[in-house]
């Protein structure tokens, strides 16, 4: 959310944390609560009607991961959990926007996001399995390393466009093209890149039907050749949930 002239508990964008979300692992259940009520500022600043919560983006890019059309490049299981931790610091300090409209640095967001974080691993007993489980998941996200944590940086990007043409379609908002030119060229996944192909198809022809002017086109960049390793695509081992070994099934 846009920043507030007075910070809450060192964040910009919500309430102070309330009572039932700051002790142990019923807490956190409490926090997570804040992402099904916190909105979407983008949608907010721009008059949606009943915009889109944190939760629901995020829910929505898990979904996405499981129509991933194969199994040999990407962790699909961790796509999932990628998708659905990597903007839980939002609970607390809220979906701030980029700093021209926020006024929050990269830097200043990051480091109000790491407190949050923290403040979320102590609730499950940090160091524990599970905050430490967390931990890892939210970090490999902000560092943008792993094959799995781009292409959820990319669903990132792909779903704010779903949503956008949805709120388009649904509410015939026009104010949306900022969207789009923020996003679509970042796509940097083939697959993603030819889901975003076909979204912005069916968008240019709505426009169309409904005699709406002055569409501006935007596209994700050409798709980049397939990784290889001495000549052969580079795989990693993935098991399919539901598959069951020989060995499994002869017990």
């Keep these: 959310m846009v920043a507030s002239s007075r910070p809450v508990d060192g964040t910009p964008a919500t309430p102070p944390v309330p009572l039932d979300c700051r002790e142990g692992t019923l807490g956190f259940f409490h926090t997570l609560e804040r992402l099904k009520t916190n909105k979407r500022t983008g949608w907010v600043n ?3 009607d009943k915009p889109e919560s944190i939760m629901d983006h995020m829910g929505r890019m898990a979904l996405l991961c499981l129509a991933f059309p194969e199994t040999a490049s990407l962790d699909i299981g961790k796509c999932v959990m990628l998708s659905i931790v990597h903007d839980l610091a939002e609970a607390d300090v809220g979906d701030i926007t980029p ?26 007993g940090h160091p524990s399995i599970a905050s430490l489980r967390l931990k890892s998941l939210w970090e490999e996200y902000e560092a943008r390393e792993t094959p799995e944590s781009k292409f959820v940086k990319d669903l990132d990007l792909y779903e ?11 509410q015939g908002n026009r104010k949306l093209q900022e969207f ?40 994700p960049p050409p798709d980049t050749p397939a990784p290889t390793t001495n000549g052969t695509k580079a795989t990693i081992p993935v ?9 499994e099934e002869a017990q």
């Design 46 to 48: 721009q008059g949606v």
């Design 99 to 124: 700093e021209h409209a926020s006024g929050v640095s990269k830097a200043q967001k990051l480091a109000l996001e790491e407190k949050a974080m923290e403040r979320i691993y102590g609730l499950l």
């Design 160 to 170: 704010l466009c779903q949503q956008a043409v949805e709120y388009e379609n649904s």
């Design 180 to 219: 789009f030119e923020t996003t679509i060229p970042r796509i940097q996944h083939n697959v993603v890149k030819g889901w975003a192909r076909e979204l912005m198809a069916c968008r240019r022809a709505r426009w169309a039907e409904r005699g709406w002017t002055d569409f501006k086109e935007v596209l």
């Design 239 to 247: 098991r399919v949930y539901g598959e069951h070994a020989a060995d």
